[in-house]
């Protein structure tokens, strides 16, 4: 048995030098980063993801630590169009969360424990908000889950209870209790708990304020008894206990109107951003764009949020409404843009599509007539498509369609080219 460094590929005999590769055992075999590629291929599982590692860094031995902010807004960058302030504030904030984990863990005495900072998103339906975070999580390999605060009451009322979300989390992480314990619990529509004025009542009910408090229970770092077999926690039922301690929670709502409330602190109510003679929905598009980006806690308080709750929520994360222009290019440009994806899936069928710069441009326009952000882009693309996903299936032939503009606004029949027989 020799001894030697294995200096070859052992399939193309490549130099393997400076190259990524991988060793059998004892070193008998290794094979290059162009072969590892090619198997890939051969397989149908696409091109070799590989995760940046600083070998000369300990901490880089758990996959999900110190995952540099650029890294982070450069991946969110290949799936979310615009958003560049949110990007950036989130990317540092999830940074911040992993070094603080990392640092309490192995904290030695004297050194200080680090507060954890949980986010607090304000954007419109539609902006990215739950895209965003799930984007972070599948890049740092954790569990997320989201839940919707509209439909949570204060403990003893029927709904879902904080205790259910930690539930949820543990199921998203394969009962994986130490995964779940560092995972991402996101709630949204915070903004519909609000008071709505400072002066409103502040007693108990069952759908607002209330459920703000028993959200901030866990938002602290606790210790709470999870229900593994129901949707409530019984005393002697089968639970098991979750720190909260590592849980990053992000809250989000949409915030609708919070743009005249940061005017009136900047003393410039009644401004209109801009010149141009617009619509009114396009120019309180255009005040909230640029106003949101100033957001402050004093904001979200006079909106409704409790105090308590926002001491606890530190980042704030802006997100911008998307206009057409936005909205097209996240047709087109994301690495799974819409249009790719919906490409992929008829080509099953031995169809290509494609579609004119108008017609593209026309799904964005009706797509942000429903106001509901990048949601109402697939539901346009599905009432398009519906007609050809359905018959594509019997056709005898493989066929090319070609969409232009009209057929997209007025339901014309796109042209149609045959290829060959299936």
């Known amino acids: 048995m020799t001894n030697e460094k294995l200096t070859q590929c052992s399939i193309c005999h490549q130099e393997l030098e400076g190259t990524v590769f991988i060793k059998g055992p004892d070193e008998k075999v290794a094979i290059c980063e162009d072969c590892i590629q090619t198997a890939y291929e051969i397989l149908g599982l696409g091109p070799v993801q590989y995760n940046e590692v600083n070998e000369s860094d300990e901490s880089m031995l758990n996959a999900e630590n110190f995952v540099r902010p650029s890294i982070i807004r450069d991946y969110l960058n290949d799936f979310v169009i615009g958003q560049e302030e949110a990007k950036r504030v989130l990317a540092v904030a999830i940074y911040n969360h992993l070094k603080r984990m990392a640092h309490n863990a192995h904290r030695e005495e004297g050194q200080p424990e680090i507060e954890k900072s949980n986010v607090l998103m304000v954007g419109p339906t539609g902006s990215g908000k739950t895209y965003l975070l799930r984007k972070v999580a ?25 205790e259910i979300m930690l539930r949820q989390l543990l199921q998203a992480a394969d009962g994986d209790l130490d995964r779940a314990q560092r995972g991402i619990i996101y709630i949204d ?212 369609f070609y969409f232009d503009e009209e057929s997209i606004r007025s339901g014309k029949a796109p042209k149609r080219i045959v290829k060959e027989s299936k």
């Open 138 to 162: 599948e890049l740092i390999d954790i569990p997320m889950i989201v839940a919707d605060a509209s439909s949570m009451t204060a403990a003893g009322y029927v709904g879902s209870d904080p």
């Open 189 to 400: 529509e915070i903004d519909k708990l609000g008071r709505k004025s400072e002066s409103a009542s502040i007693t108990r009910d069952v759908s607002g304020e209330s459920v703000q408090q028993q959200i901030l229970k866990i938002l602290e770092g606790t210790k709470s008894q999870v229900p593994l077999d129901a949707n409530r926690l019984h005393p002697g039922g089968n639970n098991v206990e979750m720190d909260t301690s590592n849980i990053l929670f992000v809250v989000g709502g949409s915030f609708e109107g919070i743009e005249e409330i940061i005017k009136k602190r900047l003393g410039e109510e009644g401004r209109r951003i801009g010149f141009d003679e617009i619509s009114e929905a396009e120019q309180k598009k255009k005040d909230f764009n640029h106003y949101i980006l100033e957001v402050e806690a004093e904001d979200l308080r006079k909106f409704g949020m409790i105090p308590e709750l926002l001491g606890r929520l530190p980042v704030v994360v802006p997100l911008q409404e998307l206009d057409v222009d936005a909205l097209t290019r996240i047709l087109t440009e994301p690495q799974n843009a819409l249009l790719k994806q919906y490409s992929s899936l008829l080509s099953y069928d031995g169809a290509d599509i494609e579609f004119s710069d108008e017609a593209v441009k026309a799904i964005a326009e009706i797509a942000y007539e429903k106001k509901t952000g990048a949601r109402s882009l697939r539901s346009v693309l599905e009432k398009v498509l519906l007609p050809h996903m359905f018959n594509l299936p019997d056709e005898e032939e493989n066929v090319t």
